[in-house]
């Protein structure tokens, strides 16, 4: 089958470092994604891994291991406004119809 | 701005009717895509778009219905067959289909 794990919920303080991670079992791989969606809000494309590796953008990091079925979002000097879900997403195929969505983690942001 | 608009943002069905979301997108994308969010879960494929006048189903068709008749619009259905319509809907685009999604704002649909 398809799976894609990650926590439901993460609480971390202003200015800090936060890493949320997700794990994936699924039949194929053409490239993880990591959105933000704030409550009630338009989810936002903040990522794109395809390769293992880090790709940095800003205060956000996505880091990609495929033999792992492995990836993290590092989020840096944490604001209020970084209070959202993170939702990542598996593509299986070469099509957007092929992707597999985690249930997305919940980061709260503490002053 | 270029963007997605879903409307309404709420939006309450009684029992036995069929209801209508709309999304219209200015950016110029050839497919479009409507997921269905549930607490708890990740997002369910309901239909999707590649091209005007031609729509696949998703995961999870059963009980909606689309249509693809202009570039910009892809209105999504809810039918009274849908007997557990009570969700965030979200319709996206993409300029390919396998570009990055662009995500509307969500219609929360819920049951009178």
């Known amino acids: 089958g398809q799976n894609i794990d990650q926590p439901t919920e993460m609480t971390a303080t202003e200015g800090a470092i936060v890493q949320i991670n997700c794990t994936y079992q699924?039949?194929?791989?053409?490239?993880l994604f990591w959105y933000q969606q704030h409550a009630g809000e338009a989810p936002t494309f903040l990522s794109y891994?395809?390769l293992d590796g880090l790709e940095e953008k800003g205060r956000f990091s996505s880091f990609l291991s495929r033999s792992k079925g492995y990836s993290y979002l590092l989020l840096k000097e944490l604001q209020m406004k970084d209070s959202a879900s993170y939702l990542c997403?598996?593509?299986?195929?070469?099509?957007?119809?092929?992707?597999?969505w985690g249930a997305g983690t919940k980061l709260i942001i503490k002053p | 701005d270029g963007g997605i608009t879903q409307s309404p943002k709420y939006l309450f069905r009684k029992e036995g009717q069929n209801v209508t979301l709309s999304c219209e997108q200015n950016?110029?994308?050839?497919?479009m895509y409507w997921y269905r969010q549930d607490p708890g879960q990740g997002l369910r494929l309901i239909y999707y778009?590649?091209?005007?006048?031609?729509?696949q189903k998703g995961d999870i068709a059963e009980g909606y219905s689309v249509s693809r008749e202009k570039k910009e619009s892809f209105p999504l259905t809810v039918t009274s067959a849908q007997k557990n319509p009570t969700a965030f809907y979200l319709c996206?685009?993409?300029?390919?289909?396998?570009?990055?999604?662009?995500f509307g704002s969500g219609t929360q649909l819920s049951v009178l």
């Open positions: 699924t039949s194929g791989f053409n490239g």
């Open positions: 778009s590649q091209i005007v006048n031609d729509f």
């Open positions: 996206a685009s993409s300029i390919e289909r396998n570009e990055k999604l662009f």
């Open positions: 997403a598996v593509r299986v195929g070469d099509s957007n119809y092929q992707l597999i």
């Open positions: 950016l110029n994308h050839d497919a």
């Open positions: 891994n395809v």
